[in-house]
């Protein structure tokens, strides 16, 4: 069945740089790759997600790529600011209506 | 406002009793989703429905037990066989599509032991 592996599992980066989450996944049928931002005691929200006939999409200071290929995708967020810190998990799906999940990425941002 | 609302919050299982976790949306999503979350962990699912009156099991079922009787409710019960039942419940919904769909997520249950 389908793997994602999620790197790193914590990253600290200063206020205003640049954040970069990478995943990769084991299933070449996966076709969906959702991002979700988790904050303490709450849910998942979804963020940002890409489908595989796109390489990449961009929400204000979020993007995501997708490398088919290579069967990895990335999270980028730029000019990080204090409400980034959160847990990020990647996902991918086949279109079966699961999911399946990345162990996350603890993000802290630095004043 | 659409969304899913899990409850209890909080909630304390003694040893040997069954308990349930409430969870329902007003999404009119067909399908329903029961994760399991542990520090450092990613999210495990444990059952999910496509549609009402029919169910599947997850990656880590044993010790849980689900119904689903109507679209809206989706009710997970933790029993006496979940031998570390301790974490954090998490159930979703999605609206069922052949091109992957985002799982809407409700603000979880943290299930302890006394």
């Known amino acids: 069945g389908e793997n ?3 790197h790193p599992s914590t ?3 200063q206020e ?4 970069v989450i990478k995943c990769t996944y084991s299933d070449s049928a996966s076709n969906y790759f959702p991002w979700y931002k988790q904050e303490l005691g709450k849910g998942p929200q979804l963020i940002i997600d890409i489908r595989s006939n ?5 929400d204000q200071r979020i993007a995501v ?3 088919k290929t290579a069967k990895h995708f990335s999270l980028h967020i730029t000019e990080t600011q204090p409400e980034d810190s959160a847990v990020y998990f990647c996902a991918a799906s086949r279109g079966d209506d699961k999911i399946i999940f990345g162990k996350g990425t603890r993000l802290h941002i630095l004043p | 406002d659409g969304g899913i609302t899990q409850s209890p919050k909080y909630l304390f299982r003694k040893e ?3 308990v349930t976790l409430s969870c329902e949306q007003n999404l009119n999503h067909d399908a329903m989703y029961w994760y399991r979350q542990d520090p450092g962990q990613g999210l495990r699912l444990i059952y999910y429905s496509q549609i009402v009156n029919d169910f599947q099991k997850g990656d880590i079922a044993e010790g849980y037990s689900v119904s689903r009787e109507k679209k ?3 009710p997970l019960t933790v029993t006496s066989a979940q031998k570390n039942p301790t974490a954090f ?3 979703a919904s999605t609206a069922t599509g052949a091109t992957g769909q985002p799982q809407h997520f409700g603000d979880g249950t943290r299930l302890s032991i006394l």
């Open chain 1, 4 to 6: 994602v592996e999620q």
């Open chain 1, 65 to 67: 790529t997708l490398n």
């Open chain 2, 16 to 18: 040997g009793q069954n």
């Open chain 2, 72 to 74: 809206e409710s989706f």
């Open chain 1, 11 to 13: 990253l600290s980066v």
């Open chain 2, 89 to 91: 419940y998490l159930c």
């Open chain 1, 54 to 58: 796109v390489g990449e999409k961009k």
């Open chain 1, 16 to 19: 205003g740089d640049s954040a």
